[in-house]
């Protein structure tokens, strides 16, 4: 079993920077990947960033490459957001995934306006 907490999330202008946490508890040792997930009002969720534990080889989708950076330790998986626009505007939520199942964090709101 796994337990994420996530923070960071807020209200930012346009063009702005946050950074999201994501603090694992529990079987962290058996975690083989972290990442972020994202959904919008009347949206589909959509992989934001996704980071291995062996190597940190990290994925991003187009839609923020170049903008966000995922980065890891042993025990939490953050996500530097910069240069943020309107449409980034979703919650946010982190994921960990093991073995035999994927871990969930509670989400956190990021609103993105002016």
């Known amino acids: 079993q796994v337990q994420l907490v996530e923070s960071g999330g807020g209200l930012v202008q346009p063009g702005g920077s946050l950074r999201l946490s994501c603090t694992a508890s529990?079987?962290?040792?058996?975690?083989?990947?972290m990442g972020w997930y994202r959904q919008a009002p009347g949206k589909e969720r959509e992989s934001v960033a996704r980071m291995i534990s062996d190597g940190g080889s990290a994925s991003y989708a187009d839609s923020v490459k170049g903008r966000f950076t995922i980065s890891r330790d042993s025990a939490a998986v953050y996500l530097q957001m910069n240069s943020l626009k309107v449409e980034d505007t979703a919650v946010y939520s982190c994921?960990?995934?093991?073995?035999?199942?994927?871990?969930w964090g509670q989400g956190t709101q990021v609103t993105v306006s002016s």
């Open positions: 994921y960990a995934d093991q073995r035999f199942g994927r871990y």
């Open positions: 529990g079987s962290i040792r058996s975690i083989n990947a």
